[in-house]
Nanobody
């Protein structure tokens, strides 16, 4: 079955950096678009960044120029390098992918990793 396991979260001061990793299994990683989302307390889950099988990337305006999404198909892993972190980046970060199963689009999520940025 599809599994997404995030790691790399933690507590960091404003201006610092973290790199999140998401190890994937149970599907053909290299052909899937992968994404990072986040959810802050009391807020809806929001898109952070996506990367396609051709390495095309897309970012939320709030993280452009600070975050970089990348993938290593040999390791079935997607990364999120986060620089110049701000307190507003505090959230649980989730890895995501989607598949078509029996004609239906199915979304898959990891368990999330907490990122806390102190001011």
């Amino acid at each position: 079955q599809v599994q997404l396991v995030e790691s790399g979260g933690g507590l960091v001061q404003a201006g610092g950096s973290l790199r999140l990793s998401c190890a994937a299994s149970g599907f053909i990683f290299s052909i899937n678009t992968m994404g990072w989302y986040r959810q802050a307390p009391g807020k809806q889950r929001e898109l952070v960044a996506t990367i396609t099988s051709l390495d095309w990337t897309n970012y939320a305006d709030s993280v452009k120029g600070r975050f970089t999404i990348s993938r290593d198909n040999a390791k079935n892993t997607v990364y999120l390098q986060m620089n110049s972190l701000k307190p507003d980046d505090t959230a649980v970060y989730y890895c995501n992918t989607n598949r078509i199963v029996a004609g239906n689009r199915m979304g898959y999520w990891g368990q999330g990793t907490q990122v806390t940025v102190s001011s």
